[in-house]
């Protein structure tokens, strides 16, 4: 599970860094929303707590984004 976090979330990096300018906000808050649909409650912060904190700063992000 941790692995493939990891690796979704260099993918995201790839793919953010290749977007268009159009639309880039809302195309990195789906981006992130989708991060987070696929992890929440997925990590403990006693077992995998890297993992958790990246999660969770991915979450703060997505939700300040939703806020512009």
Known sequence: ???NFWNYLF???EI???MDENNIVDQ???RLETITFLYERKFDP???FEEYVALKFIE???QVIKKT
């Open 16 to 18: 953010i860094e290749a």
């Open 11 to 13: 993918e995201t990096i």
């Open 60 to 62: 703060t992000i997505s």
């Open 46 to 48: 006693a077992n995998s």
């Open 28 to 30: 990195v808050a789906t």
């Open 1 to 3: 599970m941790q692995s």
